[in-house]
Structure formats: structure tokens, C-alpha cells
């Protein structure tokens, strides 16, 4: 088992001018969910830091995790600095972080989903690798990869040999008049 880190021991306030978002988060949230999560924020305050990277050679922290609470602080709140922890991965990790933070809470545009999905096929990762980090079954990664037709995706994939052998038994019989004969 995987030793169980915990960045959110490593909470700090930086100024909301050095954090900036990130430039494929799927995740929208309605009006109605964005309402609520001021009136949240409101009530209860901050209580989850903003998960970050933090990007040494232009000194910014990119969000991983919580651009809409990001969002509320600058947007609505006018807040000067916000509570962050960082995360030290790679871009591709950064980006399953991302969707595993969001699809354990929420829903994704599919549209955008597709091209995680493409992007992170186009950088190496099979379709396994997709599946465990990102939490999809894999007729949902092979129906994401559709929607952006983009062939190259499925160049390693293995398809079904079902119809070769539907076929081959058709061909092995014999048939009168729509009827199987022996």
C-alpha cells in the first residue's frame, strides 16, 4: 500500500495575484451550485484550502483543485490572499488530481472530459492508466475517445473478435430458406 501523504497539514495564505487556474478543469458549476457554494464560504468560511501547484520559475500557484472557491474569493469575497496547499506533480498528474478531485464530488461536461481523456492518451497513458486514476469504466474512456474522432486513440486499443466469429459460425452452417439445417 501506497504511504498516504498529507498536504493539507502544509495550509498557507498566499496572495490571490500569484494563483492563477489551471487550463483544462472540465468542471462547471451551475449558477444555482455557485450560489451556494458563496453562501457556503459565507456561512462556514473557508474550511478546504485551494490545492496548487506551485510553478518555481514564474512563482504562481496553478489550481488543481477548487478554482470555483478561487473564484468566489476574488470575484465575490475580493479577499487579498487564500488559503492553499501545493501539490508537487507532474502536468499529467496534475490533471487526474483534478478529475479524481471533481468526480468524487460532481459531474463533468463530456465535451471537455473527451479531451482529458485525449490528452492524457496522447501523453502515454493506456486506457488502464486512465481508468484507475481518473475512476472510469472503460467503456466511458472508449466513448469520451468517440467523441473527439481522433482514430489515433484507439490505435492500441484491442477490439472484440465477436463478429469474425459470428461470422464464422454463420459461413460453418448451412441454411434453407432462413431456416439453420444440418
Known sequence: MKEIEFPVLGVKLVDIDKV??????????????????????????????IVTY??????????????????????YFHLKQVPVVTIDKSLENRMASTIRH?????TH??????????????????????????GMELDEIIRLKQITGLKDLFADHV?????????TKLSSRHYKNGKESI
Open 20 to 49: 492563477v487556474a489551471n487550463d483544462y478543469n472540465p468542471n462547471k458549476v451551475a449558477p444555482p451550485e455557485m450560489e451556494l457554494l458563496k453562501h457556503s464560504i459565507e456561512e462556514d468560511g473557508y474550511t478546504q484550502p
Open 54 to 75: 506551485y510553478d518555481k520559475e514564474k512563482d504562481i500557484y496553478i489550481v488543481v483543485d477548487g478554482f470555483h472557491r478561487y473564484r468566489c474569493a476574488k470575484e
Open 102 to 106: 471533481n468526480r468524487a464530488r460532481g
Open 109 to 134: 461536461q463530456i465535451v471537455d472530459m473527451s479531451y482529458i481523456v485525449r490528452d492524457l492518451t496522447q501523453r502515454g497513458w493506456t486506457d488502464k492508466e486512465i481508468s484507475k486514476h481518473l
Open 159 to 167: 477490439f472484440s473478435k465477436s463478429w469474425n466469429e459470428f461470422e
